[in-house]
């Protein structure tokens, strides 16, 4: 544990003189470079800034001297570094700049990197710790050269740190060929909650956005999407490629995925819906055909249904052949052979009732229903007096098109305060 | 093509708003007072001035707007990418300070123009305090750009001020587009006043302000047309009010030898027999606009931009505890503004001076800052500045430093005088 919190810091390490075995002055620290790819995270090497340019120095072949400079064991493991490696610098890419805190779920900035010596086959390497994003890092930077070393590290000490764990912590960094590096690839990410995700890019620069969320799984892409704020939204679509943005929206929930259209100029929408699939691209278009404040403009057109004559068994067929997220599902609909509406069944009623219970005999006394030109306020007063789940949407012949879910009418009431 | 004109023209609304805010705010008491004393002083032949520093005040601002919407960080999250925290610390020790000295500036302001309605400033200036903090901290950033945008349609009331107060308009109009000649030069205090009026009209805050602004609205590249049209628009506008309110004080004051204006309320209470209670109403009336319009904005500006400098959370929409040094920092400047104008003696002039030439500072700093980052391709792509801008930025940059340089010489030796 002693041994732990006496690692170097990145700072105070930065700009050692780095000795030959014979003692002789040969460079100094410039940075520290750390692998992407299969090595991800790992220090692949310290920089060293020389007469002969920069080179590249695996840290195993570095000791730590007790006067507090850095010894080579041979020059022999040396090589120039090119610049096209792919490497995270850690002063240059990460210090100073915006990371993402899995764990805390948001964007911090990086004030230092605490790294680590540790014994590896009867030598010394050195590894990433942490990252300090407190007050702990920035003073240490700031007092540096102002204040004598050894003195600065026991005042630093003194305050208490902030940190990440290095495993916790994603980096974003753009380069200038546009090429992103990270430095895990993004699983850990892709497990928070799309709300989170949502946050989190809501926080990013457009360029570290456009990566983040075009490396991300569609499914969870379109997730985090429809999370985001509408403005946002739109400027992230527009700045992927239609191909791309089309995979996303495909995976977006219908309703969403019209809005969405909806707010992108025309031409920009079209190129969009032209990349995706023809039947999930044929439900976006009807939705866009109706006004955004209406009751259709708010639905969702992927909803489950019945024939009125089913059993509860065929209701539970119908949920297992639905293609939407089940989790989102409250009740089933039951229709006649015209697709009119004729009940709703709510799912807990369902799952109640024996398996060759008449889904009829469950349905709610009175359906209650609204058209698909409703206004939103309309909705909206509906599921409050009657305390709705869901609402079905029909149209002037009495059939039933979509459903209106309580988050949409959450979202459209919490846009109005 | 309804649909397409009916875009095209919200598109712009909705786009215009930081540019069009930011040159607005920029006519706070500070600068509707040095444009007074200009008119109060010399006439109409300081009139001259505005057309450069129009320009001057787009390509600043224009670039601040271009970076803002290419990188989508603000400038205080640049300059501590590429310079580093020291630098940034530093950058922003110094911009508390001078905004901290602009927002006494503010409310010194307010309560100057409501003592001209005969209310005592121990009651405005508390109360609007309160009213500022509140329009932050409980409204919502779209609610609260809406009412800025609505108080900068209110400084039309010095325009019209100007037309009441019956001005030579040839005159006027001349000595716009012409080099006064070498007799208005050698008149004591004459290019003080110059380098006053430039210094006052480009402040470091505003590039931060702007350029945050810009990011916050998430303006994509595409639509970058209609942000620097609002640039444009705003500066241009600005700098219309500010011609005014020359002319206005040129034409009534300057004409009947009353020179000498301490505070701008001076002015408007100079103006009352001269050009009669309308004029004065609305000179009052936009000074108090002006005054609590850029003590909402101010605060406010600063506390984002060293936040987000510092990598501290920010932001109106997070709460106290979520935020902690981001309240702090907003509530601490307007509670230390509110108290030094109530303080009786306090040294105020002293003090205005003081923070005006740390303004001269940083100004050149900041703007020398944003050159450098602003032609870094691995920033800004293909939108770094060509080649014929970057001439007239440089030389906007050299003249402004110059100019402050000369304006904080003169300030701290006045000051030493004292």
Redesign the interface.
């Known amino acids: 544990m002693n041994e732990k919190r006496n690692g170097p810091s990145l700072t105070l390490l930065l700009g050692t003189p780095v000795t030959e075995p014979q003692g002789s002055l040969f460079g100094r620290l410039k940075d520290i470079a750390v692998a992407t790819g299969a090595d991800a995270g790992r220090i692949a090497g310290l920089v060293l800034k020389t007469k002969q340019g920069l080179e590249l120095v695996p840290a195993t072949e570095v000791r730590s001297t007790p006067s507090g400079m850095l010894e080579l064991r041979s020059t022999d493991a040396l090589r120039p570094l090119r610049g096209d490696e792919n490497f995270i610098l850690l002063k240059q890419d990460l ?4 990371i993402i805190d899995v764990h805390g779920r948001k964007v ?4 230092d990197v605490d790294l680590q010596w540790f014994s590896r086959d009867e030598k010394q390497d050195l590894r990433v710790r942490e990252v300090e ?1 407190g007050l702990r890092g ?1 003073v240490r ?2 007092l540096l050269g102002v204040v004598p070393r050894n003195a600065l590290d026991m005042l630093a000490r003194k305050i208490p740190a902030r940190v990440i764990p290095w495993e916790f912590v994603d980096v974003i960094e753009v ?2 060929a546009r090429r992103v590096k990270l430095k895990i690839e993004h699983d850990r990410l892709a497990q928070l909650h799309p709300s989170d995700i949502a946050d989190i890019l809501e926080e ?4 570290e ?1 456009e990566a983040i969320l075009t490396t991300l799984d569609e499914e969870v892409a379109a997730e985090a999407l429809e999370e985001v704020e509408p ?2 939204q739109k ?1 992230l679509v ?2 992927l490629d239609s191909e791309t943005a089309a995979g996303i929206v495909e995976e977006m929930d219908p309703g969403a995925a019209a809005d969405l259209l909806a707010e992108l ?2 031409e920009r929408s079209e190129a969009i819906l032209e990349e995706m699939d023809p039947e999930e691209r044929q439900e976006v278009e009807d939705l866009l055909e109706f006004r955004e404040d209406s009751a259709a403009g708010r639905m969702t057109p992927a909803f489950v249904q019945a024939p009125f004559e089913a059993t509860v068994a065929d209701g539970v067929e119908a949920l297992r052949a639905f293609e939407g997220s089940p989790e989102s599902i409250t009740e089933v609909y039951l229709v006649d052979e015209q697709g009119i509406l004729k009940g709703v069944v709510p799912l807990g009623r369902m799952v109640l009732a024996k398996p060759a219970t008449r889904l009829a005999v469950l349905t709610e006394q009175r359906v209650i229903s609204c058209k698909a030109d409703d206004h939103q306020n309309y909705v909206a007063e509906l599921f409050d007096k009657y305390n709705l789940r869901a609402l079905p949407v029909v149209n002037e012949e009495g059939r039933l098109v979509g459903i209106v879910e309580a988050d949409h009418v959450i979202a459209f009431l919490r846009d109005k305060i | 093509m309804l649909r397409r004109w009916r875009t095209r023209i919200l598109l712009f609304l909705a786009v215009l708003g930081p540019g069009f805010i930011t040159a607005n705010v920029d006519n706070d008491p500070n600068g509707i007072l040095t444009y007074s004393q200009s008119g109060a002083q010399f006439g109409y032949s300081l009139l001259w001035t505005i057309i450069p520093i129009t320009l001057a005040l787009i390509i600043v601002q224009e670039m601040c707007a271009r970076m803002g919407v290419v990188t989508g960080k603000g400038l205080s999250d640049l300059i501590r990418e590429e310079f580093g925290l020291r630098m940034t610390v530093l950058i922003m020790a110094l911009l508390v300070i001078v905004n901290f000295g602009n927002v006494i500036g503010e409310f010194a302001g307010i309560a100057g123009s409501l003592q001209l309605f005969h209310l005592s400033k121990y009651i405005s200036v508390p109360i609007c305090a309160l009213l500022v903090w509140l329009l932050a901290v409980r409204g919502d950033y779209k609610s609260v750009e809406k009412i800025f945008l609505a108080a900068s349609v209110f400084y039309i009331a010095y325009i019209i001020t100007g037309v009441i107060s019956g001005p030579s308009w040839r005159t006027a109009i001349v000595a716009t587009v012409k080099l006064p000649g070498k007799s208005a030069w050698s008149q004591p205090g004459y290019i003080f006043m110059v380098v006053s009026v430039i210094g006052t009209t480009i402040a470091p805050w505003m590039q931060f302000y702007l350029q945050s602004s810009i990011v916050e609205k998430g303006v994509s590249i595409r639509n970058y047309a209609a942000t620097r049209l609002d640039v444009i628009v705003g500066s241009i506008f600005t700098d219309v009010v500010a011609w005014f309110i020359i002319v206005a004080c040129a034409a009534t004051l300057w004409a009947h030898g009353m020179g000498n204006i301490g505070v701008p309320a001076d002015a408007a209470e100079a103006m009352k027999p001269l050009a009669g209670a309308y004029a004065f109403l609305l000179f009052a009336f936009g000074l108090f606009n002006a005054s609590f319009f850029a003590a909402s904005v101010l605060p406010l500006s600063t506390a984002y931009t060293v936040c987000e400098g510092l990598g501290l959370e920010s932001g109106v929409d997070k709460s106290f505890r979520e935020a902690p040094v981001f309240y702090w920092l907003y509530t601490l400047l307007i509670a230390g503004g509110t108290a030094v104008v109530l303080i009786p003696d306090f040294p105020l002039v002293q003090f205005s001076i003081f923070s005006q030439a740390l303004n001269g500072v940083l100004l050149p700093i900041v703007i020398v800052f944003m050159l450098f980052l602003i032609n870094r391709e691995d920033l800004m792509g293909k939108h770094v500045n060509s080649a014929w801008f970057n001439a007239a930025a440089w030389l906007t940059a050299i003249i402004v430093t110059i100019l402050s340089g000369i304006l904080v010489v003169q300030q701290v030796a006045g000051a030493w005088k004292h």
């Open positions: 210090l100073d700049r915006q911090v900035r990086v004030n994003v920035a930077r700031l380069d200038p990013l620069a457009p360029a956005r403005k946002l400027a527009e700045s100029p025309e």
